[in-house]
């Protein structure tokens, strides 16, 4: 089993810049793929990033690409999401997910296997 904790949620302005961290316990962490996904309200739980075991691959949603990374780091079982230039279509419920495959840099929210219970990102106009 993974438990994953997601924090650094909150209010920004568009324009402005938010840190996400996904807490990692339980076993095997360092060796699957981590992705982060967002829901907007009464919309589907979308695609954001995601990032392989040793942090060298990593994949983008055409809407964040060139705003967004995702980082790792093993040591500390923490998945990080740095958002900047946010925009207001980038509020929604933020979660941070881990695939007990290896390599697969999946898109697919029906491959992941844990979830964590999500943080709230706000962008103001």
């Known amino acids: 089993q993974v438990q994953l904790v997601e924090s650094g949620g909150g209010l920004v302005q568009a324009g402005g810049s938010l840190r996400l961290s996904c807490t990692a316990s339980g076993r095997t962490f360092s060796s699957g793929d981590m992705g982060w996904f967002r829901q907007a309200p009464g919309k589907e739980r979308d695609f954001v990033a995601v990032?392989?075991?040793?942090?060298?691959?990593?994949e983008y949603a055409d809407s964040v690409k060139g705003r967004f990374t995702i980082s790792r780091d093993n040591a500390k079982n923490m998945v990080y999401l740095q958002m900047n230039s946010l925009k207001t279509e980038d509020t929604a419920v933020y979660y941070c997910?881990?695939?007990?495959?290896?390599?697969?840099?999946?898109?697919?929210?029906?491959?992941?296997?844990?979830w964590g219970q999500g943080t709230q990102v706000t962008v103001s106009s």
């Open positions: 990032i392989n075991w040793s942090g060298g691959r990593t």
């Open positions: 997910a881990a695939d007990r495959a290896i390599g697969a840099m999946s898109r697919n929210k029906y491959e992941y296997d844990y």
